[in-house]
Structures are given as C-alpha cells and as structure tokens.
C-alpha cells in the first residue's frame, strides 16, 4: 500500500496570505489527523477527521481550519498568516482513528516570511 | 499541551554504545509510542507499549513503561550512525483520538 502523502512538501508565504495543504490518507483509512510541531511548542494537536466529520480539536485559533472529502482526503487551511505559524505540519492517517494503528507523512513544511 | 517531557533534551553517544531515553507523563494513558523523526522529516512508529505492559522488545529496541512513576524508557542497543535521529514518545490518554507528545531527545550517534 502507497503510505501517506502530503502536498506541498514546502511552502513559503508572507503575512496575511493564506494556505492550504493536503493529506492523502493510507488507502482504507478514514481517520485523518493533524499535528502542529514548532521548535518552541513541539508537536501538537490540530484536529482529527472521520467520515468527513470532525470528531476532536486541539487548541488552536479559528484561523486554523479542516475539512475531509468523500475519499477520505483532507485538507487545512490556515487564513490571515502569522510568522508564528511556520512550523512542519504533519498528518496522520488510521482506519478509525486508533493512534495505535496511525500512519505519519512526510509533513509539509511551511515558513511564513 | 505537551503530556510530559523527556530527558536527556540531548544525547551523543559513540557507535556501538547503548542509548537510553526517559519520558515522563502527567495522567493515566492507555499506551505509550516511541517514535523517531530524522531532521525534521516525517515520524516513524518504533514501538507500543499498553498500559498493562511493563517491557516490549522490537529488535534492538527495548522500552518499559512503570505506570506508577508515570515513566517510560527508551533503550537502543548496539546503536548505528543511522539512529541518529530525534525521538519522541506519545502518549494516548483515551482523549479522543490524539496523541500528547514530549519534547523530544535529540540522539548524536558518533562514529
């Protein structure tokens, strides 16, 4: 099976633009999650989506945002940009969410300029 | 929030020695992951330990977890220019779907 994949693997972006990334989840998985890790803050968590759902959500600004497809793609999308959000933004699929059975990407790493 | 942290922050050791990394949690959990990231890249699984576990072995592997100390330890035996990597562990509280991480050890294999 084709592991997780993220699109873009790098970004870069001034203030106030926004942007979004993907993760194409394990094939069979439904559950996608997001992860946050910064030199300062470490890894941390974003949300979590099944069957298009949000089921969890860490404790982010509402300028950070998710949504899943249909075929269990997901997407986040981060608005009005801070030099703060520069960090590697990992996901992680399951088949329901058990992160015993999670699978990383690669992460897309974004600077904010 | 991160869950707990982890010591040493950093580690260098020679090839060949064993490495040893410790984390520490704050609430119950249900399982403890250890995995490793190279420069910044994308997180391997190494290992799972359950709460009801005390030891697991995976190679040259080998982690505990003493849920009464709230603690895990990471052993590496016999290590390799290749684990030079950051480690981290993850813990699952049973909140929802998330992992709460520590802060990492940074692991400098010399050869």
């Known amino acids: 099976k084709a592991g997780v994949t993220q699109t873009p693997r790098y970004l870069i972006k001034t203030r106030g633009q926004q942007v979004t990334l993907s993760c194409s989840p394990i094939?069979?998985?439904?559950?996608v999650s997001w992860y946050q890790q910064t030199p300062g803050q470490g890894l941390q968590f974003l949300f979590e989506?099944?069957?298009?759902?949000?089921?969890n959500k860490g404790n982010f600004p509402g300028r950070f945002s998710g949504r899943q497809f249909s075929n269990s793609r997901s997407e986040m999308n981060v608005s009005t940009l801070e030099l703060g959000d520069s960090a590697l933004y990992l996901c992680?699929?399951?088949?329901?969410?058990?992160?015993?059975?999670?699978?990383f990407g690669p992460g897309t790493r974004l600077t904010v300029l | 929030s991160q869950q707990g942290e982890e010591d040493p922050q950093a580690l260098s050791i020679q090839e060949g020695e064993n490495a040893t990394m410790n984390c520490s949690y704050k609430?119950?959990?249900?399982?403890l992951q250890w995995y490793r990231q190279n420069s910044g890249r994308g997180l391997v699984h190494l290992i799972l330990?359950?709460?009801n576990e005390r030891e697991k072995h995976s190679g040259r592997l080998r982690v505990t977890l003493d849920t009464s100390k709230k603690s895990s330890s990471l052993l590496i035996t016999a290590s390799r220019a290749a684990d030079t990597a950051s480690y981290f562990c993850?813990?699952?509280?049973?909140?929802?779907?998330?992992?709460?991480w520590g802060a990492g050890t940074k692991l400098i294999i010399k050869p």
């Open positions: 094939s069979g998985h439904r559950s």
């Open positions: 993850a813990t699952d509280a049973g909140s929802n779907y998330q992992l709460i």
């Open positions: 989506y099944f069957s298009e759902t949000q089921r």
């Open positions: 609430t119950s959990i249900n399982n």
């Open positions: 330990i359950r709460s």
């Open positions: 992680a699929s399951s088949p329901y969410g058990d992160t015993d059975t999670q699978y």
